[in-house]
């Protein structure tokens, strides 16, 4: 998801030769370049740093197995809120434990209905009009792209758009991180109820967006840096280009054989895409090694993200994708209170 941390481990890796370029941002009006950088040329540079990096995932895609769809986990029959008491709370807790060992193992779990496709309808119309908006700005020079949008890794027809936080997505934060849910079950279980909100935007991939390549959104390291969700504000069809998961891949060997032996170890790997209706989720270890895949419809895909940090880590190795005013602001216990 970051292109910070991507450029990071291609650098590491001994299959690269080829030295990047830092990223930079798109030739817009007052796009934050350094006057000794023309627009120009960093239009060159990053034209050709993006070339390289599209080429790298379309040679992923010839030789990764093709992807199994990513599942919810089928287990008790009491539904999210339903409230506790006897054997419904048993039968919660039961599941909770349950999904929160899928997370465990896989890096990845499924969790269907977090938001009601009333609200992913209107919260997908709302995102929409504000990058369309936020967008214009950068393109008259009356903000820079970085007022707005964080860095993502294939940027072209594809933003990462920081939200405000208003009524709409206080609503949805709200209603994601109760802990009588089993999405909030398993946040506050997982990281307890301090950990603080790290991310509050949507991704966006247009039509035409390009494959990532696989990657982890943060190096290896003994326990989960962060949880990030992402919740479909549309059905999500195969065309759509869905998120493709490694499950398994936030293990130390798994990070050490992507570095020493990438091609290798991404042929042997098993993968799942999150095809999701709206309303559904995704709920992933930061660790895990995923990719965004291309875009061939002619529907936008636009997802809502929260991820929460766990307070044992101070940094987690990536900027985060929140507006300046909201940083450290929020825990998780505050986030489901709102």
């Not at 001994?14 to 023309?38: D, E, H, I, W």
């Not at 214009?136 to 707005?148: F, M, N, P, Q, R």
């Not at 293990?251 to 992507?258: E, G, L, Q, T, V």
């Not at 042997?268 to 709920?283: M, P, Y």
Request: glycine share 8%.
């Amino acid at each position: 998801m970051k292109f910070l941390l991507l450029l990071l481990l291609l650098i590491a890796s001994p299959l690269y030769t080829q030295t990047f370029a830092p990223p930079l941002s798109r030739p817009l009006k007052n796009s934050g370049l350094r006057n000794s950088v023309s627009p120009d040329a960093a239009g060159l540079l990053y034209a050709d740093q993006e070339s390289g990096l599209i080429n790298q995932a379309s040679l992923e895609g010839t030789f990764m197995k093709p992807p199994k769809s990513l599942l919810p986990l089928k287990t008790g029959t009491v539904k999210s809120g339903s409230g506790f008491g006897g054997g419904k709370e048993t039968l919660f807790k039961e599941r909770g434990r349950a999904i929160q060992k899928v997370l465990k193992k896989d890096g990845v779990v499924r969790i269907d209905g977090v938001l009601n496709k009333d609200t992913c309808a209107e919260l997908r119309s709302w995102v929409l009009r504000e990058a369309d908006l936020r967008r214009s700005e950068v393109d008259s020079g009356t903000a820079s792209i970085s007022d707005h949008f964080s860095d993502v890794l294939l940027r072209k027809n594809r933003c990462d758009l920081r939200l405000p936080l208003s009524p709409l997505v206080e609503t949805c934060v709200s209603g994601m991180t109760d802990p009588s849910t089993d999405l909030g079950y398993l946040l506050h279980s997982t990281l307890g109820p301090t950990s603080p909100l790290h991310e509050l935007a949507s991704m966006i991939s247009y039509p035409s967006s390009s494959r990532q390549t696989a990657h982890p959104d943060t190096p290896y390291n003994s326990g989960i840096p962060l949880l990030t969700i992402f919740v479909a504000l549309q059905d999500v069809d195969i065309t759509m280009g869905p998120t493709t998961f490694l499950p398994g891949t936030n293990k130390s060997d798994k990070h050490a054989k992507f570095q020493s032996d990438h091609d290798n170890f991404l042929k042997g790997s098993k993968t799942v895409c999150a095809e999701l209706k709206a309303g559904d989720c995704s709920c992933f270890d930061s660790r895990t090694i995923h990719l965004g895949g291309a875009n061939l419809s002619e529907v936008e895909r636009a997802m809502f993200y929260v991820s929460f940090r766990n307070p044992e880590f101070v940094a987690v190795g990536n900027p985060p994708s929140i507006k300046p005013e909201l940083e450290g602001k929020f825990a998780l216990e505050d986030c489901s209170r709102m």
